[in-house]
């Protein structure tokens, strides 16, 4: 085993955030060296409960990130968190990767925090973040949960690498509660009613029961579990240990009925249609530029449909080979 690997599995957190950093990478050798690395870590994967968490801006994910990192490494559970940036994309920076936020719990010895750039494609997003979990749990974290902002497609490629996904609503900013497509809704396992108190308190209770009336209209995910929504306050600490319990109800009930390697094994190998979706667009994005220029042209003048130009460029990839 290379002294990478050893490393990460030893927990070294130099070693874990470089090896995020060479998956993070576009160069052609960096890859190389990120899948050999992956593939010795491979077999120490696993024993990881992933969580996914989303919640618009402002609904206090931050806030409950640190509280709900900080209870757990006190009780010597590690936890890793990934956030996946949107907005990086769009200003080339991050705000996630801002110190400022979860600040005791980027200081924490048994946390790890790390941003997940969202540049390029939400394929390419999705890879970056199997592979940072795949690290993470290489090296030993017991939870990983990972952070999306906003209510977009990413949540349904994070909900599609995760073993629970937590949906975070507050009453107190107005309109989150119609603003959250209801696609969101079906995709979470538990919701969560932030900022259950002082002024928001009844709007949290009211909150709670529209949601818990609108999860019993939904089709349930597994015959075992209800989505179910409970309130809480991230900046008083409080139902945060309810939020714990419920989680390991969901994981206990999961294991014990076979669903949950069930999951892991579908969304692994769905991994490997996403990755193929990836590969062949990247592959001829680069080989066919002018091709693909010409015939978005002839699209855009409706000259041809999509569909023909796209059966067009598969053809002459096919009769080249
Ligand atoms: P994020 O954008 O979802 O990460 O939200 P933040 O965690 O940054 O929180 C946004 C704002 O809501 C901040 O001003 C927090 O102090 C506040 N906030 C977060 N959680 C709570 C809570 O439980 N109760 C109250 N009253 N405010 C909260």
Do not use: C
Request: a neutral charge; glycine letters at 8%.
């Amino acid at each position: 085993m290379s002294d990478t690997a050893k490393k990460i599995i030893g927990g070294n957190r130099r070693a874990i955030a470089k090896a995020i950093t060479l998956i993070e990478s576009s160069r052609a050798d960096h890859q190389t060296e990120a899948q050999e690395l992956l593939s010795e870590l491979l077999p120490h994967t696993g024993n990881t409960i992933r969580i996914g968490l989303t919640g618009v801006p402002g609904v206090g994910k931050s806030t409950f990130i640190e509280a709900f990192g900080t209870m757990l490494t006190k009780e010597d559970i590690r936890v890793a968190v990934l956030a996946v940036d949107p907005s990086s994309q769009v200003s080339g920076g991050s705000i996630l990767g801002d110190k400022t936020r979860m600040e005791q719990l980027a200081r924490d010895e048994r946390a790890f925090i790390r941003p997940t750039p969202s540049k390029g494609t939400l394929g390419g997003t999705a890879r970056y973040t199997r592979e940072a979990m795949m690290v993470l749990e290489a090296a030993g974290f017991d939870v990983i949960i990972v952070e999306t902002v906003g209510v977009g497609q990413s949540e349904v490629a994070v909900a599609d690498m995760v073993d629970m996904f937590l949906l975070l609503l507050s009453p107190g900013g107005g309109d989150e509660l119609q603003g959250i497509k209801r696609g969101i809704m079906e995709l979470a396992d538990l919701v969560i009613i932030n900022k259950a108190d002082g002024d928001f308190l009844n709007a949290a209770e009211i909150a709670m029961s529209d949601v818990k009336n609108a999860l019993h209209l939904m089709k349930a995910k597994s015959p075992d579990w209800s989505a179910d929504a409970m309130k809480i306050s991230a900046l008083n600490k409080t139902g945060l240990d309810e939020v714990w319990k419920k989680i390991n109800q969901f994981i206990d009930i999961m294991k014990k009925n076979g669903t949950f390697e069930k999951r892991r094994g579908q969304q692994i190998v769905s991994a490997i249609w996403s990755e193929l979706n990836e590969l062949i667009r990247e592959r001829i994005k680069k080989g066919k530029t002018e091709e693909i220029i010409a015939l978005e042209k002839a699209v855009k003048n409706k000259e041809i449909t999509p569909l023909a130009a796209a059966r067009e460029l598969l053809n002459s990839i096919f009769e080249a080979k």
